[in-house]
């Protein structure tokens, strides 16, 4: 991955270059369709610690179809093992750089440090706790009647979009990005406005997978129109499915 533009913090003794304006689409940061931003501040002494991307549904779209391009190609066709073992890699990569991910998250939402380091544990260890899972997904055969096969089978929906609060973002963006992945699904990240710096650690990008994040922002637009597939909503204590952007 490479960020073309950027502000570097010097985080737990190491310098962690954060992409400024830019949305996380494809594998790439790029700058958004809007080519507007909005500074992601720092609550305990109110300075800017990045400039964030005001992403809006242009944007949506081509995350939307990047990731149905990843859903089709590779990640739901992908053998349940080998997606676990990626989904692990993420969790190891987690704890590998705790100290980082939780001074990132201390200054982007305001928590205490000690607090933000238990969010990365619990992150991470949703990401272990679905690896887990990825390969035992299995269906029932249901008893009917003697001349009859019954049995149901678990598939994955698509695409779906994990739009994340302020108050716990790495914590409850992981907690609803796992288990989607883990059961073959894509998936587009939206970010609450207040808390936009944070999940642009690269630490927080998977390796491999089908994550594609998108910056929501303060006007973040709405899902697109013309997509002839539903798109999944997980958000806060809602779960909606959206058909034809509704």
């Not at 590779?74 to 190891?92: F, L």
């Not at 006007?219 to 058909?243: K, T, V």
């Amino acid at each position: 991955m490479t960020i073309k533009e950027g502000t570097v913090l010097d985080v737990a003794g190491k310098r962690i270059p954060l992409p400024e304006g830019q949305v996380l689409i494809d594998g790439e940061w790029m700058k958004a369709s809007s080519d507007k931003s909005f500074p992601a501040i720092n609550p305990a002494n109110k300075e800017r610690i990045i400039d964030v991307a005001a992403g809006n549904a242009d944007d949506i779209k081509m995350a939307v179809e990047s990731s149905r391009r990843a859903f089709e190609q590779k990640w739901t066709t992908m053998n349940p093992p080998e997606r676990a073992r990626i989904i692990y890699r993420i969790a190891e990569l987690m704890y590998e750089r705790r100290e980082e991910l939780a001074t990132i998250e201390s200054l982007d939402n305001g928590k205490p440090l000690r607090e933000a380091l238990g969010d990365v544990d619990a992150a991470a260890h949703c990401f272990e706790y679905y690896a887990g899972v990825a390969d035992k997904l299995f269906g029932q055969t249901i008893p009917y009647h003697n001349r009859y096969l019954v049995y149901t089978l678990r598939e994955p929906i698509g695409v779906c979009a994990n739009i994340t609060p302020w108050n716990y973002p790495l914590f409850l963006g992981c907690r609803g990005l796992a288990p989607a992945i883990a059961a073959g699904n894509a998936a587009v990240l939206i970010d609450a406005g207040p808390t936009g710096a944070g999940r642009r650690s690269p630490a927080r990008r998977p390796q491999r997978g089908a994550r594609r994040r998108q910056r929501g922002g303060r006007s973040p637009g709405h899902p697109p129109r013309h997509r002839p597939h539903r798109f999944h909503r997980l958000g806060g204590d809602r779960h909606a499915d959206c058909e034809d952007g509704r």
